[in-house]
């Protein structure tokens, strides 16, 4: 659960208020994490689990936000206010995330020397933040097109 929170704090530039990784950082604008208690089915056992389908929630959250908001304005360094900029910031970090990703397991695969249960695990876990990664792209482009067509 922290992997994926610390995921969303570096691709989206948004820190989940009340979560496990809740210490504020002053580069993220703070998000209620009940937007994601809201989203999830309860199959997480009721504790609010970031999902792949929590992902347009907080985006939609972070998006809501008025460019004058003092959750805004308060980041340092300053996030970018306009939606498109912030989308496309949003994916190019969350393509990082993923080369990220893929170069960490190739590594662990040429070095072998982990467990293959500890090895599954670890790639289940890659697999997890590979999906919700490449899901925030998938967001970031349906948002960024919308806001251009209005």
Known sequence: QRKKELLIRRTLSVSLAGSSASEQDRSCVPIDASIIDSST???SGGSGGITVSSIAEILAARLSLPPTSPALL?????QKTGAVAYLGQCYVRAAEEIRNIRQGRER???KKTAS???ADVLSAHDDE???LATEIQAQSVSYATSSLLE
Do not use: I
Not at 74 to 78: I, L
């Open 129 to 131: 933040l590979a999906a």
């Open 116 to 118: 293959s249960a500890n």
């Open 108 to 110: 662990r695969e040429q």
């Open 74 to 78: 308060g980041t340092v360094p300053a």
């Open 41 to 43: 089915d309860g199959s």
